[in-house]
């Protein structure tokens, strides 16, 4: 049985998100990669981690901590994202991907109990 927070949103659009992420920063230079890469793919996966996490705390306050957390590392990822992208690494379009998982974010952070 899968766990609850592989079905919201939010976690879906940022996993999917970071999956197409992987894809290209694998194929970038070592230099690159190594650099700018390492911190968009650690900033987006850390999304993702701590929608789970904060899926497996009992008490609000503790799951929002988590949730406001990942709204962090959204915002990080989108600032590396287009830093990428006015690089000439990244389709700029990636960068508008980040507006849709930031809205379901915040709408997690508005509803208690989830």
């Known amino acids: 049985m899968a766990s609850r927070f592989r079905s919201l949103a939010a976690y879906q ?3 999917a998100l970071s999956d197409e992420l992987h894809v290209v920063v694998s194929g970038w ?10 911190q968009l793919m650690r900033a987006v996966d ?23 957390v990942a709204r ?4 990080e990822a989108e600032h590396w994202t287009a830093r990428a992208a006015a690089r000439g690494l990244l389709n700029p379009a990636l960068v508008e991907r980040f507006d ?3 809205r379901a974010l915040n709408g997690l952070l508005r ?3 989830v």
Do not use: C, M, T
């Open 46 to 68: 850390s999304v993702g981690a701590n929608i789970a996490e904060s899926a497996g705390r009992w008490h609000w306050n503790e799951k929002r901590q988590f949730l406001i």
């Open 100 to 102: 849709e998982p930031a």
């Open 13 to 15: 659009l940022v996993a």
């Open 29 to 38: 230079r070592y230099s690159e990669r190594d650099s700018l890469g390492r």
């Open 72 to 75: 962090g590392s959204l915002y």
């Open 111 to 113: 509803k208690p109990g």
